[in-house]
């Protein structure tokens, strides 16, 4: 039975402690918020769960052997840091830091100690994304050869970090998980309609040796919402739409052959197109997976699907993004 | 009464003759092709045009007012330029020419000349473009913000050029009539899995000096068909979907307001949603419109919509995403 | 402040709970439920609400001013008269009684009493059903000519009540609530799948003395959901799919005349389609709206929109069509 | 070779015409019809072809072996009557007759003769009725035991038949193709609002000996289009959208078992939901598989799937549901 440490019980809060409550061998021991009504919200659900206003103080407490983070980005590094240095695993919310410096100090820090860090990439633990690394790791849809994903929607403003930092995390995640190549480049594009160096819409172009592609469509300023990622392969198409009720993953038997006529030198393309299948997905609910791989990681010391080192790459494409941005769209490679 | 000439009978030429031969003030006189099978279809439904397989055979054609000109844009220019310098009048297919030299060269020659010479933008002329154009001008949707355009699906792969060269004229054409700015810059990516320097998917962004930005979408790869617009105002916002039957352009009474609170430096935004508006759009065939402004431009002497100069821009524009591309997404400035 | 007593805490006694106890008029003094584990579930989120196994003796509550019955529809009339005969007022869950006699036994003995009794058409209560009624009160949509629903879906079996008394009420109900003139008769047709006299599909035409025609397809059979209501009116018609998450009404500003061309004796019609609105609906929860509904028609002695005779008329309508089907669809007059 | 008259050149006649001349082994040789300018319609595209007003004519010329119907249905019984004494084979526009009489005789007509009469339903050679026949044929459904149908617009208003004789003989051709079971009688509602006794909204239920359900709602006043049956199967359900382009079938692994809990007499469900299949679908055009239909039917002495049976049972249905109507939805057998 692991005992647990919840810090920051805000609107993600409540939803880590119902599905870390829920799990046999866990125990959520004591939540940190500064804000004294939300500890209110803790005490009246569970009355039996300790509550304090200060973050170092559940980390000292002896008896925790995990904390769970799940403040604002710019928190995450020092209460990470002081949790690891404490003996503790980590499990942070999404992005796991606000620069790559930090996320690679945290991560080779856990490392070093042997201790678990994960980051709450949730949409791993979806159903839809478990189904299409199935498909892809099953050679269903072949070879990768792009993914494009947009995410739009009229959303919050964030005051601090750029469309793409709020909601690019997800997409990125995604693709680390799913496409096994490593990333070469990015380039970027985007505006602020606010004037404050905070983009409300960009776009973002992962670039790889090979020929796969990924491109990312994201906006707080779209009437419409779009959740929306296409990921083909040389055999097969997926449709990933997240926003249908019970048919998000759509598998298009559709592609084509190409090859070049040797004696005219002319491209000869075949097209194909056959069945659409729609799998029926797991209900399970993602959080719940995140806690059960956070858990069992560290029982059996394995790595957790939304590893630090997972969580890093997020971080360095997300940082060559806004750099790119800065930089008039300029390609930056990643190290 | 004009008598007209039309230069290449493919896929789009008996389009082309079937909506100027409903013209009243209009009469097409002969038809070049260098395929005997296609003159064959035209000498069958249209027993008394003259018809020919070389062009300049039938630019020579004294009575001809006009050319339209419907070939390959390989031989656009050349076609055209000789046209024009036998003193016609001249519409050519989009994209209006390979290079933008050429398309500046012809845009002079037709402007010394006093001859109208239009490219067959036909988007320009549809019901839906002509209502977003009619709710810019009457500052329903307010100032511009953003233009964000999608058009994929599994489509032919060109053997000579991009798949931005081959779909994104009509988007970069609706751009260019409904926003009055300047583009200053263009970055591009794309990824050519035929391995032949001909990209299949490809993203380009067009950058303003003010905040305005658009973003185009374009692949040949998509194993779903989406021909999907966003533009986004400061009051309103519109989204475009071309593959509605009947409800092509829905207007969202959808936006935000921003300001900074001064004492804080804070950024508070507010956001806005009420009704959406379908409006009822003409169903009038496109290119019975691009047929009518051939030939009032030709009787008025006016510029037509889809005039030389907006055709020319496309082509500034499609050969900086190019130039960009090939340099790794590096800014190119549009002169 | 009204004293409230909630029988019956099943699938829907906790949206009840949670709505009338945050009105500022009212407390939920007590809950009866046969089920101790479900009585546990009060306790544990309201520890001030009495609970007990006995629904009577919650009647007997002297403090008690009105009771909220939400157990199973054959319990509805005796609970409900020993409710009024206490002197409190009621509200019941739909639909009102299993029979006619039942339905109109309560609504007299609510009247001689000068009681409240409503029943809980929580979709009369909804934005959508508010916004229609609105455009047709306003007479937008002109003269109501025909109201045409499907609610389909693969649902559960009920043991004891065909589809038409599970999914129908919301469908009668709206219907009743939206158009002014009393229903004439019933046809129905239906089948049992399950060979036990419970059909898990049935069609129901509800007949007018004037041209308004009405029509119900309810099925438990359907591989898909669809929630779809058709009004149409002689100058405009509604869409009503309440699975769209925000955009549920529909105005089509469509139509036609028909006149008799009288040398002729020739029907001519006159065809119109035009814009189409979707009004920005009230995102207020329904069963608020209820909960507001019943205590203001206590305090206020008016009948609330979802009165006793309005639920009465439901099960009207509902026996008849189950008259109807037993009678291989034999047109069933209501008194 | 067949050589082949075609009498009615209205709406249909020249698809029919198109799809007749592109058989190999068949040439039309005439036409007729009674407006002069529909004749010339004729000529201009087919020079070769006889045209005369007169239909008498047409059926006295030796040489035809087999006459196409496509006039108002009025006189489908008249001319095919005709044909058939003449030794002609005979194609009839649907609905076959107008009378159930008038079927029978040129049914029995066609018979004694040794002549193929056929019916163009053509929705029976689309490749998605194929699909959904060949689904049920191999048993993948598992038994039917619904079949539910809307098929509502704007429609035009027809001056001499109700909206179910102009738009349910689609329906209740594919009802009579893919379900062997004969049905047993029909029940049907509708409203006529323009008062000439011609209703404009109809909805009818076909009855069977077994526990299959059919119905059908057709409109002319809906300000939507709908094209769309629902096919249940004990084992799965098919849900087939004629207006999606290119996903018209989708067959649902969806179903439920049931059985009475024999101690407790109490109804058992286990309800089941799998993943969802969109079959690729032939591409060729429906009209096509008609001509083909008919020439071999001719040349083989077999009945084509749109035979004069099938066509005399949508007559019967369409006559028993106008009974019906005109008997305030009383049942109506069908014999």
């Not at 039975?1 to 440490?5: D, F, N, W």
């Not at 769970?68 to 990470?80: E, G, R």
């Not at 750099?323 to 800065?326: A, N, P, Q, T």
């Given at each position: 039975?692991?005992?647990?440490?919840l810090?920051?019980?805000?609107?993600?809060?409540?939803?880590l402690?119902?599905?870390?409550?829920a799990?046999?061998?866990?125990?959520v021991?004591?939540?940190?918020?500064?804000?004294?009504?939300r500890?209110?919200?803790?005490?009246?659900?569970?009355?039996s769960?300790m509550?304090?206003?200060?973050?170092?103080?559940l980390?000292?407490?002896?008896e925790?052997?995990?904390v769970?983070?799940?403040?604002?980005?710019?928190?995450?590094?020092?209460?990470?840091k002081k949790?690891l240095?404490?003996?503790?695993?980590?499990?942070?919310?999404?992005?796991?830091?606000?620069s790559?410096?930090?996320?690679?100090?945290?991560?080779?820090?856990?490392?070093?100690?042997?201790?678990?860090?994960?980051?709450?990439?949730?949409f791993?633990?979806?159903g839809?994304?478990s189904k299409?690394?199935?498909?892809?790791?099953a050679?269903?849809?072949?070879?990768?050869?792009?993914f494009?994903?947009?995410r739009?929607?009229?959303g919050?403003?964030?005051?601090?970090?750029?469309v793409?930092?709020?909601?690019a995390?997800?997409?990125?995640?995604?693709?680390?998980?799913?496409?096994d190549?490593?990333?070469?480049s990015v380039?970027?594009?985007?505006?602020?309609?606010?004037h404050n160096g905070?983009?409300?819409?960009?776009?973002?172009?992962?670039?790889?040796?090979?020929?796969?592609?990924?491109h990312?469509?994201?906006?707080w300023?779209?009437?419409?919402?779009?959740?929306?990622?296409?990921?083909?392969?040389?055999?097969?198409?997926?449709?990933y739409?997240?926003l249908?009720?019970?048919?998000?993953?759509?598998v298009?038997?559709?592609?084509?052959?190409?090859k070049?006529?040797?004696?005219?030198?002319?491209?000869?393309?075949?097209?194909?197109?056959?069945?659409?299948?729609?799998?029926?997905?797991?209900?399970k609910?993602a959080l719940s997976?995140?806690?059960?791989?956070?858990l069992?990681?560290?029982?059996t010391?394995?790595?957790?699907l939304?590893?630090?080192?997972?969580?890093l790459?997020?971080?360095?494409?997300?940082?060559?993004a806004q750099?790119?941005?800065?930089n008039?769209?300029?390609?930056?490679?990643?190290?």
């Open positions: 039975m692991y005992k647990l440490g810090i920051g019980y805000g609107y993600w809060g409540p939803n402690l119902r599905n870390f409550s799990q046999k061998d866990a125990a021991m004591a939540v940190a918020d500064g804000r004294l009504d500890l209110e919200g803790v005490r009246k659900n569970y009355p769960i509550t304090m206003q200060n973050a170092e103080e980390i000292d407490i002896k925790i052997d995990a769970v983070i799940a403040t604002p980005v710019h928190s995450h590094y020092q209460l990470a949790a240095l404490a003996g503790k695993h980590v499990l942070i919310e999404k992005p796991m830091t606000s790559v410096g930090d996320a690679e100090e945290l991560t080779n820090l856990a490392d070093s100690r042997g201790l678990v860090l994960m980051v709450d990439h949730t791993l633990y979806t839809a994304v299409i690394k199935e498909l892809i790791d050679d269903i849809i072949g070879k990768p050869k792009y494009d994903s947009a739009i929607n009229l919050l403003f964030q005051p601090d970090v750029n793409l930092w709020d909601l995390p997800h997409d990125l995640s995604m693709l680390l998980y799913l496409v190549e490593k990333p070469f380039n970027a594009t985007g505006i602020s309609h606010t905070i983009e409300n819409i960009a776009y973002m172009t992962v670039n790889y040796e090979s020929d796969f592609i990924a990312f469509n994201c906006s300023t779209s009437p419409v919402k779009v959740r929306q990622t296409l990921i083909g392969g040389d055999r097969k198409m997926i449709v739409n997240d249908e009720p019970s048919e998000k993953v759509r298009y038997d559709t592609g084509y052959d190409h070049t006529d040797e004696d005219k030198n002319r491209l000869l393309v075949d097209y194909r197109t056959g069945d659409i299948q729609i799998p029926k997905l797991s209900p609910e997976g995140v806690a059960e791989d956070f069992s990681s560290i029982a010391k394995k790595q957790p939304a590893s630090a080192r997972l969580g790459k997020v971080v360095q494409l997300l940082d060559a750099k790119s941005i800065k008039k769209g300029k390609e930056i490679i990643i190290h």
